[in-house]
């Protein structure tokens, strides 16, 4: 591994310190260097406060060293805009670093290359491309949310060996182990947003609560009902997290239960219906509005196909348990309608399996398009 990859590789280690902290910015991490030295070290910890490349600065101060002269390892391009924050290529420039080194350019169509060429012009060294595919999928979901307004979509399910997520009489706890369930809660504490379906609401009142010992930010509940079919009784409307809770409804729900969600705390949007359901694209779109850049669906099958089929899904993470519940009735992972030719199938890229404890097995795949 040279010396580029390397700094490069520490610096995507800092970045991922902040998965489930900076949204709606992206994960970003820097090391400052000179020759062989680190300097200084950041990682961005969440919107509003300092950029990666600041706290690398920052830290190289503490620690008694200048950054003239230095090089600059950074997994994102470096912002020249104002936002919540200033721009950093302002102060890169102002302190002196001879060269920096980037992982992907920002995807954002505000900064997109912009500013690397602010950089080059005031002449400093630039070199990018450097682990790209790595920093890329690490600001995947920014990605999504930034280009085209809805948030990254991951399809998360347990289920048995022959694919079912309950048996025919509905019993679906449990089919996976607490090792997993753990997993599922780390997962949780990574995105943005969990989202579920009234039906599920209905039959299993959920907490969708990150919980099993991790720490981490509790992200937004979301619940899908065209018709207002969840009960005023649900824990989602009357728990601690209750102002973190979005009802994305249709005009078919009642009037009164949206105005009584609404005094209780929790979001309602309303938005276009699809005959009888809510349209799935105007759903994203407005929880991309509300600055949701990623979504973990955990719901049944139905709303799971119905994802696919509009090309909705961009990423599955199916766990495996080693039990077979077998019946017709038992509902499956995928339900819906399903495509009726195999050459219409839904593919798979970027397929990863991986062996979970107690015999469990997880499968993890972007969605083709």
Same mark, same amino acid.
């Given at each position: 591994m ?7 590789r ?10 489930g ?11 400052l260097?000179?020759g ?5 070290? *950041?990682?961005?910890?969440?919107? @509003?406060?300092?950029?990666? $490349?600041i706290e690398? +600065?920052?830290d !190289?101060k503490? &620690? ?29 420039m102002?302190?002196?670093i ?7 350019t920002?995807p954002?169509p ?6 690397l060429?602010?950089?080059r012009?005031? *002449?400093?060294q630039?070199?990018q @491309?450097?682990?790209?595919? $790595?920093?890329?999928? +690490?600001?995947? !979901?920014?990605? &999504?949310w ?8 991951i399809?998360?399910?347990a289920?048995?060996a ?7 009489s ?5 089919i ?10 780390r ?10 379906s ?9 907490q969708?609560?990150?919980r099993h ?11 899908v009902?065209a018709?207002?079919r ?11 997290w209750?102002h ?14 949206r ?7 929790v979001?309602v ?9 809510v ?16 979504v ?14 509009a ?18 009735a038992?509902?499956t992972?995928v339900d819906?309608?399903g495509?009726k030719r195999v ?5 798979l890229r ?20």
């Amino acid at each position: 591994m040279g010396v580029e990859e390397q700094f490069m590789r520490r610096a995507l280690e800092l970045a991922r310190r902040g998965v489930g902290w900076t949204s709606p910015n992206p994960c970003v991490g820097a090391v400052l260097v000179r020759g062989h030295r680190v300097l200084g070290e *950041g990682w961005h910890r969440g919107a @509003g406060l300092p950029h990666a $490349e600041i706290e690398a +600065l920052q830290d !190289a101060k503490r &620690r008694g060293h200048t950054p003239v002269e230095a090089t600059l390892y950074v997994t994102l391009e470096p912002c020249c805009t104002q936002g919540r924050t200033p721009p950093c290529t302002e102060a890169i420039m102002a302190a002196g670093i001879r060269r920096v080194v980037v992982g992907a350019t920002d995807p954002n169509p505000r900064h997109r290359g912009r500013g690397l060429r602010m950089l080059r012009a005031a *002449g400093l060294q630039v070199t990018q @491309g450097v682990l790209a595919e $790595e920093a890329r999928d +690490l600001n995947k !979901a920014f990605a &999504r949310w930034i280009t085209t307004g809805r948030p990254w979509v991951i399809v998360k399910t347990a289920m048995s060996a022959d694919g079912k997520i309950a048996t025919a009489s509905g019993d679906s706890r449990w089919i996976t182990s607490v090792a997993a369930r753990t997993l599922t809660h780390r997962m949780r504490a990574e995105v943005d947003a969990l989202l579920v379906s009234a039906g599920t609401v209905v039959r299993d009142d959920p907490q969708l609560t990150v919980r099993h010992g991790v720490h981490g930010r509790q992200p937004w509940r979301v619940v899908v009902d065209a018709r207002g079919r969840s009960p005023r009784t649900a824990r989602l409307f009357r728990d601690a997290w209750r102002h973190r809770t979005v009802v994305v409804t249709t005009a078919k729900s009642s009037p009164s239960w949206r105005a009584w969600l609404a005094q209780q705390g929790v979001t309602v949007l309303v938005v276009a219906a699809d005959g009888e359901h809510v349209n799935l694209r105007a759903l994203l779109v407005a929880l991309g509005s509300l600055e949701i850049t990623s979504v973990m669906v955990e719901a049944g099958g139905d709303l799971v196909w119905a994802l696919l089929d509009a090309g909705l899904v961009d990423e599955l993470c199916w766990i495996y348990a080693p039990r077979i519940l077998g019946g017709r009735a038992a509902p499956t992972a995928v339900d819906g309608v399903g495509v009726k030719r195999v050459r219409h199938a839904i593919r798979l890229r970027k397929v990863r399996w991986e062996p979970l404890p107690d015999h469990q097995l997880m499968l993890r795949a972007e969605v083709t398009r």
